[in-house]
């Protein structure tokens, strides 16, 4: 068991490039979660799915956000027209919902640094 | 809405010294508890969780837990730290309705050779 896998581990854009961060869960597991980590904000939920479904978008921001899962075994989250406010570390955890687990697995992160 | 409260932003002490780690949370349901830990550079990583039975929860590396419904109160403890145990300890809380977890600000634990 590899864990939750994210990839890249640390990414540098410009300002008003395009980021992918890569999400690959915990094999079995249908629920993956995307959280946002600041020093300054601290850890931010940002959404989730279940199931390839997305559940709870509340915590992404309206503009420039998204987030997919195309299938069980990968998520990603795009951020468009990254600014430096968006530098942060991205966190992807996976959890199995059957029988239902509120044990979360995280990913080591994607550093986001945008210049 | 859950809510956590973590009062203690920084928590230092020595090696071999005890260790409470406070965690206050607000919800009206039926929750689950959990402590995370974070290695500097690392993702969070589980340590216990409460959901009913004994209010005292035993995690892995000598941590323990304790529930306290009247105090609204799930305390993070350890009788002897070592050094390895510097990191940042999140308290986490969920509703049984579905799986989204709050978490807490952290509190950062420094422990000092």
């Known amino acids: 068991n590899a864990g939750v896998i994210q990839t890249p581990r640390h990414k540098v854009t410009g300002k008003g490039q395009e980021a992918t961060l890569w999400c690959e869960p915990i094999s079995g597991h249908s629920a993956v979660f995307w959280y946002r980590q600041t020093i300054v904000q601290g850890l931010e939920f940002l959404t989730y799915f279940r199931n390839q479904a997305p559940i709870d978008d509340s915590g992404m921001p309206k503009e420039r956000f998204s987030a997919q899962m195309p299938n069980q075994s990968h998520s990603t989250l795009k951020i468009q027209s990254t600014q430096p406010q968006d530098s942060a570390v991205y966190l992807c955890?996976?959890?199995?919902?059957?029988?239902?687990?509120?044990?979360?697995?995280f990913g080591p992160g994607t550093r986001l640094t945008v210049l | 809405t859950q809510t956590v409260s973590q009062s203690d932003a920084h928590v230092t002490v020595f090696e071999g010294d005890s260790v409470e780690l406070r965690c206050n949370y607000s919800y009206g349901g039926s929750i689950y508890l959990s402590w995370y830990i974070q290695h500097h550079g690392h993702g969070l990583q589980f340590l216990l969780k409460y959901y009913s039975g004994n209010p005292v929860v035993q995690g892995v590396n000598g941590f323990e837990a304790e529930f306290s419904k009247s105090d609204s109160s799930f305390h993070l403890r350890k009788a002897s730290v070592h050094w390895s145990d510097s990191a940042v300890y999140f308290c986490a809380v969920s509703a049984h309705s579905n799986n989204r977890i709050f978490f807490g600000d952290g509190t950062q634990l420094v422990v000092k050779p």
């Open positions: 955890a996976s959890s199995s919902p059957t029988p239902i687990s509120y044990e979360q697995y």
